[in-house]
């Protein structure tokens, strides 16, 4: 089974745009898609018409796009936005943040919760709102016929301590599930990209997974590309917590 590379990106800023560019670049020397994780507000305010339009940008050029919550932010402590929500809650933040998108001409099917955390209120939410797609740590969920693609998240650790390990842990754990096929997600936070170290690792993880002969995919292509899935049934009634 051929592997697929799956590259996203989040922390879209304009502090971070310049960093989002010249990565979007490398990746157009090397032929990769990329799977933008957008918000349409960053830490309490909208996003800068720079930004968005570079977003538009790139998806004319082929990139996907996937909401990535409502508001993000970088306390390193607080809670994932989507991790614990009930359908009721999840559903008036996932209907705001829709709006706001639109409002950028940014339509978008796709979601990809912050920190990858998605309760299960919230992929019930995410049908009632006919979202196509969630992806979550491990998992991508076809809605529309109740497939789950399984495939963990690689990226690297916010530990500044461990930085080097985790540079070399990254490459390795992306060359292993290269060599074995299927689904290879690669997770890169805008913030990775500001050391020099954790720029080439995510750099050569992707290299050496095109190596071993993954090709580029989004998270829209994954959940259509044969030999990756395993049909199972998403959880469409969550415990009472969960239920609006």
């Given at each position: 089974?051929?592997?697929?590379?799956?590259?996203?990106?989040?922390?879209?800023?304009?502090?971070?745009?310049?960093?989002?560019a010249e990565?979007?670049?490398?990746?157009?020397?090397?032929?990769?898609?990329?799977?933008?994780?957008?918000?349409?507000?960053?830490?309490?305010?909208?996003?800068?018409?720079?930004?968005?339009?570079?977003?538009?940008?790139?998806?004319?050029?082929?990139?996907?796009?996937?909401?990535?919550?409502?508001?993000?932010?970088?306390?390193?402590?607080?809670?994932?936005?989507?991790?614990?929500?009930?359908?009721?809650?999840?559903?008036?933040?996932?209907?705001?943040?829709?709006?706001?998108?639109?409002?950028?001409?940014?339509e978008?099917d796709?979601?990809?919760?912050?920190?990858?955390?998605?309760?299960?209120?919230?992929?019930?939410?995410l049908?009632?709102?006919?979202?196509?797609?969630?992806?979550?740590?491990?998992?991508?969920?076809?809605?529309?016929?109740?497939?789950?693609?399984?495939?963990?998240?690689?990226?690297?650790?916010?530990?500044?301590r461990v930085?080097?390990?985790?540079?070399?842990?990254?490459?390795?754990?992306?060359?292993?599930?290269?060599?074995?096929?299927?689904?290879v997600?690669?997770?890169?936070?805008?913030?990775?990209l500001?050391?020099?170290?954790?720029?080439?690792?995510?750099?050569?993880?992707?290299?050496?997974?095109?190596?071993?002969?993954?090709e580029?995919?989004?998270?829209?292509?994954?959940?259509?590309?044969?030999?990756v899935?395993?049909?199972?049934?998403?959880?469409?009634?969550?415990?009472?917590?969960?239920?609006?």
């Open positions: 089974m051929s592997a697929r590379l799956v590259v996203s990106l989040s922390g879209i800023g304009i502090r971070t745009l310049h960093r989002c990565l979007a670049g490398e990746l157009d020397l090397r032929g990769v898609s990329l799977s933008l994780l957008f918000a349409p507000r960053l830490a309490g305010a909208g996003q800068h018409k720079v930004v968005v339009d570079w977003v538009r940008q790139r998806r004319v050029r082929g990139d996907a796009l996937l909401l990535h919550g409502f508001d993000l932010t970088d306390v390193p402590r607080r809670r994932a936005e989507f991790g614990s929500l009930p359908a009721h809650e999840a559903g008036l933040r996932l209907t705001a943040a829709r709006r706001l998108m639109g409002r950028h001409d940014l978008v796709a979601f990809a919760p912050p920190r990858w955390a998605a309760s299960p209120g919230t992929l019930t939410a049908r009632r709102n006919d979202f196509a797609l969630c992806a979550d740590a491990t998992r991508i969920y076809d809605l529309r016929t109740d497939t789950v693609h399984r495939g963990r998240v690689h990226g690297l650790a916010a530990n500044e930085e080097t390990w985790s540079c070399f842990a990254l490459v390795l754990s992306v060359a292993r599930a290269a060599r074995r096929g299927g689904l997600r690669l997770s890169v936070d805008a913030a990775d500001a050391k020099p170290g954790p720029r080439r690792a995510v750099l050569d993880a992707i290299d050496i997974a095109t190596h071993h002969g993954a580029s995919s989004t998270y829209q292509t994954a959940v259509v590309s044969p030999g899935s395993t049909r199972t049934s998403v959880p469409l009634g969550p415990s009472s917590a969960n239920l609006p």
